[in-house]
């Protein structure tokens, strides 16, 4: 049963078994600690680990997307919504306690099935993305984000349009939902000072030439 | 028989696609177990479901790349994009919440209950 193991699979095992292990204890403590600031930096710690992973199966452009959109900006967003609100760290009482059985149950039950699917199946993963006749590349492959680029914007641009409009509503959205006018601010308003008499006007002052 | 750690390595080696659907089924489930047992900030929900998401996004990246075809890392693509809009909203939502309520506890949040 035993193969031998070239060095590079054993490299590879090791790793990937380092960074599983990293992202698994990370998104475990994400659920269980107490203090929001902690679980948003142990986030980030399993969303790097995961880019790292992402880049070993050789999706190099998706890994360092997920860098640079998680750990650079959605878990500063985190942070500054959690620091913002003055959230106090509460204590589980024994009222909330008592869901916990229910909740390992419901878990433990539904990674057994997922297991179960992956582990016992006769035809494994591997057969089920195995294709019958693999059709032969009419051109020589580039790298990831070459690839990746040439799928979006040809099969997928229309997907890849819809994706970008997604995100500006999203940022539109954000905006109005916590934009507020505020009436203990002294503000400007040109139009009720003109309005207030018909002598003021707006002048064009010419610099250093005064009034 | 020996037990050695180099023997137990080999046993579960060499890296598959197995072991990355393995990864991302306890990540699901991790996630999931967030949902049901955070019962103190909406914040750590938000924080479970993007784990749900990069759990996904791992699964579509373990098969496109076992099986050569990148379609898989273009949908990951656009979980990404979408996993970015949620939090926004939803981060917004909490902000105006806490403005409105000054808590964002989960118990306090029970104003659609009957």
Redesign the interface.
């Known amino acids: 049963m035993l193969v031998a193991l070239s060095p590079f699979q054993l490299t590879e095992g090791l790793v990937f078994f380092a960074f599983a292990f990293v992202i698994v204890a990370c998104a475990l403590s994400v659920v269980v600690v107490r203090n929001p600031v902690h679980a948003v930096l142990l986030m980030v710690a399993a969303f790097f680990s995961s880019a790292a992973l992402f880049i070993m199966q050789g999706a190099e452009f998706l890994g360092l997307l997920l860098i640079i959109v998680y750990v650079g900006a959605i878990a500063v967003l985190f942070l500054f919504v959690v620091m913002m609100l003055d959230i106090r760290i509460v204590a589980t009482t024994k009222s909330r306690r008592k869901h916990v059985p229910l909740a390992l149950a419901v878990a433990s039950l539904l990674l057994a099935e997922l297991a179960a699917v992956v582990l016992l199946d006769t035809t494994s993963a591997e057969q089920m993305v195995a294709k019958p006749s693999p059709p032969a590349p009419t051109r020589p492959l580039l790298d990831n984000t070459t690839e990746l680029g040439l799928l979006i914007y040809s099969d997928y641009l229309v997907v890849f349009e819809i994706a970008g409009l997604l995100l500006l509503l999203a940022m539109l959205g954000a905006i109005v939902l916590t934009h507020r006018t505020r009436d203990d601010v002294a503000r400007q308003s040109i139009a009720e000072q003109k309005a207030r008499s018909e002598k003021a006007r707006l002048v064009k002052v010419a610099s250093k030439d005064g009034v | 028989m020996s037990f050695s750690f180099s023997?137990m390595?080999?046993?579960?080696?060499?890296?598959?696609?197995?072991?990355?659907?393995?990864?991302s089924?306890?990540?699901?489930?991790?996630?999931?177990?967030?949902l049901?047992?955070?019962?103190?900030?909406v914040?750590?929900i938000?924080?479970?479901v993007?784990?749900l998401f990069?759990a996904a996004?791992?699964n579509f990246?373990?098969?496109?790349?076992?099986?050569?075809d990148?379609?898989g890392?273009?949908f990951?693509?656009?979980i990404?994009?979408?996993?970015?809009?949620?939090?926004?909203?939803g981060?917004?939502?909490?902000?105006?919440y806490?403005?409105n309520r000054a808590s964002?506890?989960i118990d306090d949040i029970s104003d659609l209950k009957g």
């Not at chain 2, 990246?61 to 050569?68: E, P, Y």
């Not at chain 2, 990404?80 to 939090?87: D, H, K, M, R, S």
């Open positions: 023997a390595l080999e046993s579960l080696l060499p890296v598959s696609l197995t072991h990355y659907v393995l990864l089924s306890t990540l699901f489930v991790i996630g999931m177990l967030g049901f047992l955070n019962r103190r900030h914040i750590v938000l924080m479970a993007e784990l990069l996004s791992m990246i373990a098969f496109s790349s076992a099986s050569g990148l379609t890392q273009v990951a693509l656009f990404l994009a979408t996993a970015a809009a949620e939090v926004t909203i981060l917004a939502i909490l902000v105006v806490y403005r964002i506890a």
